[in-house]
């Protein structure tokens, strides 16, 4: 049985996915209402059918179901492991930045669900806040 918890990132990834960051514009897109939704997210019970029709009727969207679902597919990981690959190259010729740091994003592996949560929530941010971020997280990790 699925937990609430594997909702909310599921949920996260689908609004990633469709550019959107409240559950009203979730429950819109899938069709059913905001207390529709909030209802399968307090019981865990995630809307597949509704999330795999969604994505069949609008191609445009290019929805990557199997990601939404369970934070894995083949496009995701091709995609992740060529930015990570960018990020990397980036890394080791910035000034201050170790070869370390640049091991690990390109190592990155399988995300925790909070490692998931945290990049499906950093997609989200504009580049200010993204900018902002990793200086945070470099000051939180400095040896």
């Known amino acids: 049985m699925r937990t609430s918890k594997d909702f909310v990132l599921r949920l996260e990834r689908l609004k990633v996915s469709l550019g959107v960051s409240d559950d009203q514009a979730v429950a819109g897109a899938l069709g059913m209402s905001l207390s529709a939704l909030s209802g399968r997210k307090t019981r865990g019970v995630w809307p597949e059918s509704e999330v795999r029709l969604l994505a069949h009727k609008h191609p445009e969207l290019n929805i990557d179901v199997e990601w939404v679902s369970s934070g894995e597919s083949p496009e995701a990981w091709k995609a992740m492991f060529t930015t990570s690959q960018q ?16 091991e690990s994003v390109v190592s990155v592996g399988e995300l925790s669900d909070d490692e998931q949560c945290l990049v499906a929530r950093f997609r989200r941010c504009n580049e200010e806040s993204r900018a902002m971020l990793l200086q945070y997280c470099e000051l939180l990790t400095k040896e």
Do not use: I, L, Q
């Open 87 to 102: 990020v990397a190259e980036k890394s080791t010729t910035a000034p201050g930045k170790s070869a370390a740091v640049a």
